[in-house]
């Protein structure tokens, strides 16, 4: 009896304790969203002694945390750290410090000019002795890509000194005019430093072996220049002076070379001609290899100093940039014709390959548009490999082979504005002569060449295989035809176009054998026999619905040794457990390493060890840093992101599974506020956009909305919220909808616990579309948010996305419109897929946001859904945020939306007062003088 009522007690007591910790918590507010925190930059050294990471609130100061691999308890801070780095001796860490946030907010406000501002500081901080470093005004730093132990550091422009108010005759010192300022180049250590004064730009070789950098012009008396250092001798040699300019400074792999672009022409000139220099860093004397009179080079062509200069890896070939030479247009040099005199308009014509918009929106690129050419080091011969009519050669990361791929999808270029699937013509191309080879034409894939240049693969949509050109045998291979039973395309693929494929894992050494993805296995396949084909993993993928993907643990790998283990990522499509599996070339079952409930993601290794940090999260769980090794056991977290959100109700996530009405099985994800009660009534929010299930364990920030509702938010103030799976029928996008959300929303209102007479939808762009579509079609919502709606498409169909300039047929026709059809093929379809002309059935009051420079949906969408809805005296808001885009750019515009959302359909959903900007409106009178957030009676 004694023990039954101290059980009892206890009990009690257990249930009070529960009842303080839930008085304690509170709901997220607004104001929560600045503080909380993402992790980023996260890095270890190549000895995998030392890792850093950086902490960023939203809106504030961040830090960098920098901890001994071992010790996760030793951990140094450096507030408001940015764009830092490890340098290549695994010694030190670097990076600049910028002002604090709330200091330049206060100057701001007092209108401080810019050069009066607070700069950035300097910090060099060795990690073994702790020893921290600052140096302040700082410009930019750099340190070397693989080795040496240096540093370059550019300081701000020096202040002019001011006039002494005592000295009646002094006069204050006059600025000089230059672009340059001073650089320090020390080592790491500060043993050795080298100073120069009025450096525009600098740069170190790969290995940090030498460092160039470029003088500026000073008030017409010192002219510009370009120098070399030699950070093993510390000598400083003049490699040219006296242009106007030196541009486009380049170091060869082994830092043989130095090659660099230079003009004397004005520096107002807007048509200067470059010329292309190169040296030997060992015998610096300066070479003219290439001018627009160079043997070679495009026709009518010039050096362009918009094209980069590359080495090959073997030093033995430069390859740079030739533009069209400049045309003097008549019209355009006209100095007679005043400024208001000139005609200002676009000519669409039937012909172009691209559609004006499209055009005026590439503008700039097409200005600044080079041809690559390529020289032989060796005698100064010139190739030019691009031209107006083949100009995508692709040079890889590094240039090993006298060979390249290029494509063109010119011919087929003027359709791309309804169909983005146009194909390419391929071509071989020789990096000595120049000199094309056709290898398909109207290929349907982008190309790639196996790391030792046997063969060229890409994926043939048309045909659903992998296919591989054998560049010897000069002959198409189809890699995959001869695998029964298993399909290589996208198997959920449901738009009207071709689907693509999972990608490739690599090739294995010496061309062996190439890597290839199906939807959950990965195969082993020689181009010299496809039909033995291995599955790598023993079709444990298919068989148990886990996606097995190749990680890639050295990111300069070139090929994969086929000894080496072969290391896996794991996602279980049914549960969404994911992790770590080790598998073999040999076709044997993979060997789970790890699998949880947990998303695992951006996996980095040590460059010369075992060790391992990777980020884990779910939805309670913020995306920490871990700490690890290959074996993947006992991973130490090392990061603390957002302590804070102890404190608040956060709430869980279940996956949930339904049927769709035509009896589809389908999943999605049900969002339960905290201290859930089955017996109790909750309002609920669904939010869709095509599927999402598959991010049950992703964590979602506290965050202001850039258009749609942020779940955690509304579950921490007692919503539930459902997020449905949706799977699509061709030419039916708006009945796929219904007919996958509402028996989602059927079978949680099932559960017993939704206010049925409470719940409300909201979505985005194809979001906002299904919304829209929704409201016609039933009355079961209180409340709906449309944002960047499409409800009209037959008028959307010929209008622009001008955020590309393309046409919105392809969207239609090809992609997530899905109607599979032009608008005069398929009128119907269109017609009935449209809300706009069943506004009339609507009787769901509407929030809808709409910006005037969206990108993606022309902005008249959203107004004649406004326009239709007061017409018919139904209850619509129409959100239009000047100068915004598809989706909101700024953040006090982010702030703004995710308080009306919120107020919004806590009024329709909760019973809350109305706001005043929904009762009263915001006349054009008030705007910019009142926001209306009040509350009424």
Known sequence: ?????????????????????????????????????????DRITKNGIWVGYMISPQDGDGRLEILPF????????????????????????????????????????????????????????????????????????????????WIAIQFE?????????????????????????????????????????????????????????????????????????????????VLHKGNTAYERVTFSPKSRYLAFLSTNDSAKSKKPYYNLYLTTTSNPKVEEVATRNSQGILENGRISNDGSIRFSENENRLFFGVAEDYVDYAYESDTTILDDERVSLDIWGWQDAEIQPMQLRNKSREEKRSYTAAMDLTDRSIAQLEDREVNNVILENKIERDFGIAWTDAPYRRAYSWDIQIGRDLYLVDFES???????????GYPSVSPEGNYVTWYASTDSAWVAYDIVAQKKINLTSGIENVVFYEELHDSPS???SYGVAGWLAGDEAILINDRYDIWKIDPRNPNAAVNVTAGEGRKNKIEYRRITLDREEKSIDPKEKLYLTAFNEMSKESGIAEGSMNGSAPKSILMTAHRYYG?????????????????????????????????????????????????SVELVSYLANDGTPLQGLLFKPEYFDPNKKYPMMVYFYERNSDGLHNYRSPAPSASTINIPFFVSNDYLVFVPDIKYDLGLPGPSAYNCIIPGVQSIVAKGFVDADNMAIQGQSWGGYQVAYLITQTNMFKAAGAGAPVVNMTSAYGGIRWGTGMSRMFQYEQTQSRIGGTLWEKPLYYIENSPLFF??????????????????????????????LKRLNQPAWLLQYNGEDHNLRQRKNRKDLSIRLSQFFDHYLKGAPAPLWMTEGLPAVEKGRTLKYELGQ
């Open 1 to 41: 009896m004694l023990r039954r009522i101290s059980g009892i007690l206890m009990l009690s007591v257990m249930l009070t304790i529960s009842g303080l910790q839930a008085q304690q918590k509170r709901s997220l507010t607004h104001d929560d969203y600045d503080g909380w925190e993402n992790l980023s930059s």
């Open 70 to 149: 071992k010790d996760v308890s030793k951990k140094f801070v450096i507030p408001r750290a940015q764009g830092w780095n490890f340098t290549p001796d695994d010694t030190y860490a670097v990076g600049k410090i910028v002002p604090q946030e709330d200091s330049i907010r206060v100057l701001k406000l007092k209108k401080t000019k810019k050069d009066d501002m607070p700069k950035d500081s300097l910090f060099i901080y060795e990690m073994k002795t702790g020893k921290l470093e600052k140096m302040a005004e700082v410009k930019s730093f750099a340190i070397p890509e693989k080795g040496g132990s």
């Open 157 to 237: 422009k020096e202040k002019p000194a001011k006039k002494d108010p005592a000295d009646s005759t002094a006069k204050a010192e006059k600025p000089k005019k230059t672009d340059g300022t001073k650089l320090l180049v020390r080592s790491l250590d500060g043993s050795k430093s080298y100073e120069f004064a009025r450096v525009k730009s600098y740069g170190f070789s790969r290995n940090g072996d030498f460092l160039h950098y470029v003088l500026a012009e000073e008030d017409t008396l010192d002219n510009a220049a370009i120098h070399l250092l030699n950070l093993s001798s510390g000598q400083s040699t």
């Open 434 to 444: 120049g000199e094309r080879t056709l290898i398909e034409k109207n290929a349907p």
């Open 498 to 500: 071709l689907p693509g």
């Open 603 to 651: 996996l980095t290794k040590a460059e010369d060890s075992d060790e391992i940090l990777v980020q884990r999260s779910t939805y309670k769980e913020s995306p920490d840093l871990y700490l690890g090794d290959l074996k993947f056991k006992n991973l130490r977290k090392a990061s603390n992101l957002n302590p804070q959100q102890a404190n608040v109700k956060w709430g």
């Open 839 to 868: 506004m009339d059935r609507v009787n769901t009051p509407v929030l809808i946001m709409h910006n005037d420079e969206d990108g993606a949906v022309p902005w008249y969408q959203g107004i004649e859904m406004f326009m239709a």
